[in-house]
């Protein structure tokens, strides 16, 4: 006599459609974190290179003795304009409407490197700029999904992002 098994294919198929379901949305937990990580690289990127923009033009014109300097005043300010608008922030670093940031912004380092070799150290993290450049670290707290807590049961509702970048200015030469 033989027994149908119908029953238990389709127990089968539920328990491996639940678990391929599990897993896409873990995958997709850890891929936004991911994706918010790199639009965070992208806003520093922009943010630093509005402030190595800020070139002292007597320094570079001087004939003698030409050379890049950033203004470290003025690269101070238009990084943090250019990163609060990018990352929609106010005025003290906390996030408005349609941020990617779930709570107050930190710039943990900031440096206008005029004066190479510069070599600095944050965390484990080392560094040796080797020509004019500005260089930061900002973290911001964002909501993980409840997958990745199912998995990794240790980790908060909210984990702190770190971006890193150091852009030095391009300056090209106009030859004749």
């Known amino acids: 006599m033989m027994r149908d098994n119908k029953g238990s294919a389709a127990i ?10 599990v897993m896409i949305a873990l995958v997709m937990d850890v ?10 690289r992208h806003a520093l990127n922009i943010a630093l290179k509005a402030a190595a923009a800020q070139i002292d033009r007597a320094a570079l014109a001087d004939a003698e003795n030409s050379r890049v300097v950033i203004l470290e005043q003025e690269a101070k300010k238009a990084f943090y304009t250019c990163l609060r608008e990018n990352l929609r922030l106010d005025g003290n670093n906390n996030p408005l409407s349609g941020s990617m940031a779930d709570g107050t912004v930190g710039v943990e380092y900031f440096h206008v490197a005029n004066d190479v070799p510069f070599s ?31 998995v990794r049961p240790d980790y908060r509702e909210v984990t702190t992002i770190y971006v890193h970048s150091t852009v030095a200015p391009r300056v090209i030469r106009k030859t004749e």
Do not use: C, M, N
């Not at 670290?137 to 999904?145: A, L, M």
């Open 31 to 40: 891929g936004y974190l991911l994706a918010v990580k790199i639009s965070a």
């Open 120 to 150: 600095y150290q944050y965390g484990d993290f080392r560094e040796t700029i080797t020509r004019p450049a500005v260089t930061a670290i900002i973290s911001f707290p964002v909501k993980i999904g409840p997958w990745i807590r199912v």
């Open 12 to 21: 089968l198929s539920l328990f491996f459609s639940l678990v391929a379901i």
